[in-house]
């Protein structure tokens, strides 16, 4: 099998478990999705206790229902939250606590809720990014290499954002999952791909010991036309020469 295949057969299998063990929770299927897990917000609690986090200032978090808890906790802490939006179809927002009622905090971590609360964001002109929360399919707490749901849209935020000088090799990048998440598969790198630093699931936190650097910039090689008629911020850069 080639480095796709391999990477699918992957996503496959754990999707499959937590279907078939009754830990995925909506939205079902999981197929084809960044799975929503039970526990997804106990994890974010957990998240939310993590040095990184304490510290940051400015937090981004994916879009996807697992991590909807650790939106609403950038925003509760007082933190400026960074969202791409779907697909990176309408580029990114940014809220601002400050601008938001507390009471408002779980609607604007939701995506309907973001959009009513929050601004879109030229990502030139966004804050430097102290945490980085991603979702994953699977996730190896050794090597902290992960799977996303494939259409590479973790990879092309950060490599947008690195483009742009916003996040680095030093930057914190922080998954949550399922237990049953975790792998032990060697799972194949791309260059583009992003690794984590820190595994989070409902029960503990993993600190990996990391084998691969973080990508730098765009890989335009990698980037199809497809892609800048999906994602308009990318022919942008593109024309722009970043």
Known sequence: MDVK????????????????????????????????????????????????????????????????????????????????????????????????????????????????WGRTLNPREAPNIDLVIIGSVAVNPITGRRLGKSHGY?????????????VNEETPVVTTVHELQLVSDEIPREPFDLPVDIVVTPHRVIR??????KPRGIYWDYVTEEMMKEIPILRELRNEGV
């Not at 990996?208 to 650097?213: A, L």
Request: proline letters at 8%; glycine letters at 6%; one cysteine or more.
């Open 208 to 213: 990996v010991r990391r084998i691969d650097g």
């Open 154 to 166: 973790a990879e092309i935020e950060w490599g947008i954002m690195s483009a742009l000088g916003k």
């Open 5 to 116: 295949d391999v990477k699918q057969s992957i996503r496959e299998r754990i999707w499959r478990l937590l279907e078939e063990r009754n830990v995925a929770t909506f939205p079902r299927p999981v197929y084809n999705r960044i799975p929503n897990f039970v526990g997804s917000d106990r994890a974010c609690g957990l998240v939310a206790t993590l040095p990184e986090f304490v510290r940051a200032r400015v937090v981004k978090v994916n879009p996807d229902a697992p991590q909807r808890r650790c939106r609403e906790l950038v925003l509760n802490m007082g933190k400026i939250l960074i969202m791409p939006t779907p697909r990176i179809k309408n580029g990114f927002l940014i809220l601002n606590p400050n601008s938001i009622p507390r009471e408002h905090h779980r609607e604007a971590s939701t995506i309907g809720g973001a959009f009513r």
